[in-house]
């Protein structure tokens, strides 16, 4: 049961890759700390913590009046450290500051890396229960004012930008705090990946199995892997089957739950299609660029199946088989980023459904349950999750009444499923759909090997963005007459 | 000190006068209980309360499909029962819901009326926490969907209807939640009362200092009512006027604090001013029609101006100088609103700042002080207030990214100081400013003595109201198809 939670977990972190080490380094920035409010609804509660926020203004065209046209790009930090984000969203400090001539302001979400709100005791039920989005977009709320008053642009337009959890944070930013945000740019954010939305929640896997499936004209790669899927399976129901297993895949300790190994696979599976970059990145273990394209092709000199299979995984694994190394199907990730955070969050407010059917998809057919999610929840933290709760909170699916917000989503990309892809009737909502590209690409430094459909959606985001930020230049300009 | 908050709490809640025994009764209605979170924004609070709502279907044109063309007229509850609100609105129940076919609905504020989360403890400090207008929002946004539900009636547009706070609640209803609500009628509801607005925080007592004004040609009675505030001022600075002031208003105890004798006779005159209708009202004691009209012709026959002012205060208490009746400085009204509740919310996030400064209006000069309210707060609740945080989490100023709403506010109304009386660029934001109009008469029955703007204002307000809720219908057809 922990494993499908964490495979959530991974799904929606794990593509924070590290940068290639040839890219330029992000612009240097100063480092701060806000004493936050604990619980922004209970004024009871009088309880406050050291937030971290991070300062560039390596490329900022400070105001010379009351007045600024330069922004404030406002990084919505999400699950994991706010200087890792910072380190991965070049686009945003290398490329757009500088063009916008932008003030960069990296915050880092409550309960995540350094913001602890009590310390090493931070996971515990009772004190876990101050993280949830709307706390943290409180705490954004709360800050910008407060950082824009110590800098004396208190004028300047704020434009949120975010990925992945992030991504959803800045267009949920903009829609509930429109008079802090004069816009947003979310990439890959599966705001609609929750239930009573259009999204279908057996998208993300379906996503990942063709991109699979589309590395040769007949879907070769993803059929056997489907049938390595099958084949898996029928084995598992005998001791000699489960053992051969252990040794196929090289596991570290015997296999019992052949749950177990599939949630493994799929984990691993999965974040290759969020990740398939065009260039080598690295996470864990480095990996080439175009993963898939490379995994298909040891998969093609197997004759085997389950063989294929393995080699699939060796990519994204890469040690998996080498002398003396063995693999521990609880790992898919360095653990890095704050998974007691996620966890808690996915059995809280973030339920997002995600099945597979085995049919639209090469995996072995799972439907979402949220009794098993409930029960596991309860168990773990004490909590039971309410999977009505964000698009009760949120607008769901009617963005109607909202404005100037970029939703970006990849064609690689399986939370490409839970996207906003088409602009459903708001103003100035914005859906680029980038041809090639894997999770939030586009955040990424630009790169020789990028696809041109990336190139193309950067120069539209730094259009929008711009024109958000002069609309909301000349409205505060008028406003200050 | 404990007086001035009982004047904000007096100044928002005491206009809802009982209904004239000629009204028709409103609709009968049923009384529900819903089971409801106790906090929205922690899942490790467990805690759940009933929460009272009523509902009428007397005048509701049931939808006979998926989608409804008939509103619900979802009244958001404010400080006090909701059974008084229901008795008292009765534009809302009694026509609105019946030119519209509409669906009544009024829930009850979460520590109001009978909706007591901690029962006899709610107001201790650590559980009336738990009192917040975000708290009290995500309530509705939550029992919207399970009334609908139970009702069969799920794609019925939503209208957010409320008066003075509830009139608050019902804008930033629809600028928060546009996916539920899909219009609102905000009557006198002071959003700007707040720091960091345009707001004049001198304008609440100005308007009642004007409405004293005019109703003469040389604005005598204001005059008059200006320079009696400065005799007792005088007064007050020997213990022989303070007992010719102990005995001149027929105090039941011996005046010692100068304050508490302006406060209350404060209270009394900008209550007039908020309740200043056309025709006789009930509120403690029946109030005669045009209240301050009568009050000034009963001045205007004293030489005297302290006993001009009592005369005054004669038509508001009705009972002072009877034999064997007294007047209790500390007693403005009835009690039976939720006093402890508003207090509570006064000393955190409803910080709004009232003062007087003896020129503009005919008060004793008295600035508004942040220092004293915590002061007060601090002591009484164990809280500090947060005067910035309504603009923060709320639009403020700017309501350029909402839209379909309606502002009404009365010219006679003190609080129209803080009312959104002009359009500032948003979309379908329709302002009524009611010539003759005192604290939402709109909301009130009409009445042959109504003023020709109050009727005016009705129909332009069911007008959009029933566009709100076409546009609404019309989009949620063509959504499910």
């Given at each position: 049961m922990k494993l499908s939670i964490i495979l959530v977990i991974l799904y929606i972190t794990c593509a924070w890759v590290k940068s290639n080490t040839e890219d330029p380094p992000p612009p240097p920035y100063e480092e701060f700390y806000y004493m936050q409010t604990?619980?922004?609804?209970?004024?009871?509660?009088?309880g406050s913590f050291p937030q971290r926020y991070l300062v560039s203004d390596t490329y900022w065209t400070r105001?010379?009046?009351?007045?600024?046209?330069?922004p404030v790009l406002f990084y919505t930090g999400n699950e994991g450290d706010i200087v890792w984000f910072y380190e991965n969203s070049q686009f945003v400090t290398n490329v757009l500051a500088k063009e916008m001539g932008a003030l960069l302001v990296f915050a880092e979400h409550r309960f995540y890396g350094e913001t602890m709100?009590?310390?090493?005791?931070?996971?515990?039920p009772e004190n876990i229960g101050y993280l949830t989005s709307e706390q943290a977009l409180a705490d954004y709320a709360q800050l910008i004012p407060a950082v824009l008053s110590d800098l004396g642009g208190s004028h300047c337009p704020v434009l949120a930008v975010g990925g992945s959890y992030g991504g959803m944070l800045a267009s949920w930013f903009r829609m509930k705090y429109p008079n802090i945000i004069d816009g947003a740019l979310a990439a890959?954010?599966?705001?609609?990946?929750?239930?009573?939305?259009?999204?279908?929640?057996?998208g993300f896997n379906e996503i990942a199995t063709i991109d699979f499936a589309e590395t040769s004209s007949e879907g070769t790669c993803a059929t056997r892997i489907h049938s390595a899927f099958n084949e898996i399976t029928q084995m598992s129901n005998t001791q000699n089957g489960l053992n051969v297993l252990t040794k196929t895949f090289s596991l570290c300790e015997e296999l019992t739950e052949l749950s177990d190994l599939i949630n493994w696979l799929e984990a691993a599976i999965t974040y290759m299609a969020m990740a398939d970059y065009p260039y080598p990145a690295n996470f864990l273990e480095p990996m080439p660029g175009n993963p898939i394209n490379v995994s298909c092709s040891l998969l093609a000199k197997e004759t085997d199946n389950i063989q294929g299979l393995v080699q699939v995984m060796n990519v994204y694994f890469?040690?998996?088989?080498?002398?003396?190394q063995c693999n521990n199907?609880?790992?898919?990730?360095?653990?890095?980023?704050g998974s007691d955070g996620w966890d808690y969050q996915a059995c809280t407010e973030m339920v997002m459904p995600i099945s597979a059917?085995?049919?639209?998809?090469?995996?072995p057919a799972a439907p979402w349950s949220l009794s098993q999610l409930t029960q596991y929840c309860q168990q773990t933290w004490q909590v039971t999750p309410n999977p009505n709760w964000i698009t009760t909170y949120y607008q769901g699916q009617d963005?109607?009444?909202?404005?100037n917000i970029i939703f970006s989503n990849g064609v690689?990309?399986?939370w490409r499923a839970g996207?906003?892809?088409?602009?459903?009737?708001?103003?100035?909502?914005i859906t680029i759909i980038i041809d090639?590209?894997?999770?939030?690409?586009?955040?990424?430094m630009p790169n020789s090997a990028d696809p041109t459909a990336v190139t193309n959606a950067r120069v539209l985001e730094t259009k929008y963005l711009m024109q958000f930020a002069q609309e909301a230049s000349f409205k505060k300009q008028l406003k200050s007459k």
């Amino acid at each position: 049961m922990k494993l499908s939670i964490i495979l959530v977990i991974l799904y929606i972190t794990c593509a924070w890759v590290k940068s290639n080490t040839e890219d330029p380094p992000p612009p240097p920035y100063e480092e701060f700390y806000y004493m936050q409010t604990l619980d922004h609804f209970n004024f009871y509660n009088k309880g406050s913590f050291p937030q971290r926020y991070l300062v560039s203004d390596t490329y900022w065209t400070r105001p010379t009046g009351p007045i600024c046209e330069s922004p404030v790009l406002f990084y919505t930090g999400n699950e994991g450290d706010i200087v890792w984000f910072y380190e991965n969203s070049q686009f945003v400090t290398n490329v757009l500051a500088k063009e916008m001539g932008a003030l960069l302001v990296f915050a880092e979400h409550r309960f995540y890396g350094e913001t602890m709100p009590f310390g090493n005791s931070s996971s515990l039920p009772e004190n876990i229960g101050y993280l949830t989005s709307e706390q943290a977009l409180a705490d954004y709320a709360q800050l910008i004012p407060a950082v824009l008053s110590d800098l004396g642009g208190s004028h300047c337009p704020v434009l949120a930008v975010g990925g992945s959890y992030g991504g959803m944070l800045a267009s949920w930013f903009r829609m509930k705090y429109p008079n802090i945000i004069d816009g947003a740019l979310a990439a890959s954010a599966p705001i609609l990946y929750f239930l009573g939305t259009n999204a279908n929640s057996e998208g993300f896997n379906e996503i990942a199995t063709i991109d699979f499936a589309e590395t040769s004209s007949e879907g070769t790669c993803a059929t056997r892997i489907h049938s390595a899927f099958n084949e898996i399976t029928q084995m598992s129901n005998t001791q000699n089957g489960l053992n051969v297993l252990t040794k196929t895949f090289s596991l570290c300790e015997e296999l019992t739950e052949l749950s177990d190994l599939i949630n493994w696979l799929e984990a691993a599976i999965t974040y290759m299609a969020m990740a398939d970059y065009p260039y080598p990145a690295n996470f864990l273990e480095p990996m080439p660029g175009n993963p898939i394209n490379v995994s298909c092709s040891l998969l093609a000199k197997e004759t085997d199946n389950i063989q294929g299979l393995v080699q699939v995984m060796n990519v994204y694994f890469n040690s998996s088989g080498q002398a003396g190394q063995c693999n521990n199907v609880s790992v898919y990730t360095t653990g890095a980023l704050g998974s007691d955070g996620w966890d808690y969050q996915a059995c809280t407010e973030m339920v997002m459904p995600i099945s597979a059917n085995g049919v639209q998809d090469f995996f072995p057919a799972a439907p979402w349950s949220l009794s098993q999610l409930t029960q596991y929840c309860q168990q773990t933290w004490q909590v039971t999750p309410n999977p009505n709760w964000i698009t009760t909170y949120y607008q769901g699916q009617d963005l109607s009444q909202t404005s100037n917000i970029i939703f970006s989503n990849g064609v690689l990309d399986p939370w490409r499923a839970g996207g906003v892809v088409s602009n459903d009737g708001g103003n100035d909502i914005i859906t680029i759909i980038i041809d090639g590209g894997a999770h939030h690409l586009d955040l990424r430094m630009p790169n020789s090997a990028d696809p041109t459909a990336v190139t193309n959606a950067r120069v539209l985001e730094t259009k929008y963005l711009m024109q958000f930020a002069q609309e909301a230049s000349f409205k505060k300009q008028l406003k200050s007459k």
